[in-house]
């Protein structure tokens, strides 16, 4: 399967400030970034989806402005929580993808926790 | 409005024994499958999936079986052995002229007991 790394794979930060999460696909070069979230006990939500050089588009619900993402190359995507909030700790997942790729793998995953 | 529903939060199985993973869809638009197996605090790691032009695939202990006219997959594993225990998500997609979303079931909890 494809090598997704993430860093960092865990972070604890103060409720205000921002938080960056960078995923790099490390074997492939990804045209396409998918950024999920998970709540415990909750199943992956897809918050995002970003084509490198493209805007992101952003899944209903989820504040474009809040959670900011970044495809400026094709093996590395940023998402950017800003203003973070005690409900915003959550499991960040990105998984990147090439067009018409069948199976999707999934990075390590950014545990966030704002206190 | 779920498309991807695993109605089984957990499942037990003994030890040797087949687990049998149940997921259900509702969009008749989705023609490629997978099961996802998810440790705490880690990504999901990819099992085994399946096109919807096929109604069996197997790989080693996992094999997966589509049924399209009830919208229903299952992932059968056997033998059942205790690394085995984790969350297994269904998921499913719809191809288009670029890479797809996948959309996840809740997942199901499997315990394998010894």
């Known amino acids: 399967g494809a090598v997704v790394s993430q860093h960092p794979s865990w972070v604890i930060c103060k409720s205000g400030t921002s938080v960056k999460i960078e995923c790099r696909s490390l074997?492939?070069?990804?045209?396409?970034m998918f950024w999920y979230r998970q709540f415990p006990k909750q199943s992956l939500m897809l918050m995002a989806t970003?084509?490198?050089?493209?805007?992101?588009?952003?899944e209903q619900g989820v504040e474009k402005d809040k959670f900011l993402i970044n495809h400026a190359s094709l093996t590395l995507s940023t998402l950017t929580v800003t203003s973070a909030h005690p409900e915003d700790s959550s499991f960040y997942i990105c998984?990147?993808?090439?067009?018409?790729?069948?199976?999707?793998?999934f990075g390590p995953g950014t545990r966030l926790l704002v206190l | 409005d779920q498309q991807v529903k695993q109605n089984s939060p957990s499942l037990s199985v003994q030890e040797g024994r087949i687990s049998i993973l149940n997921c259900d869809y509702t969009?008749?638009?989705?023609?490629?499958f997978l099961w996802y197996k998810k440790y705490p605090a880690e990504g999901p790691t990819f099992l085994i999936s399946i096109s919807s032009i096929k109604d069996k695939n197997e790989d080693g202990r996992f094999t997966v079986f589509l049924n399209k006219s009830a919208k229903h997959l299952s992932l059968h594993i056997v033998p059942s052995q205790p690394g085995d225990s984790a969350v297994y998500f269904c998921a499913a997609r719809r191809r288009n002229s670029s890479a797809s979303k996948i959309i996840f079931g809740s997942g199901t909890r499997l315990s394998i007991r010894p």
């Open positions: 970003s084509n490198e050089g493209s805007k992101a588009t952003y």
């Open positions: 074997d492939f070069q990804a045209t396409t």
């Open positions: 969009n008749s638009m989705f023609d490629y």
């Open positions: 998984s990147p993808a090439q067009w018409d790729q069948e199976t999707q793998y």
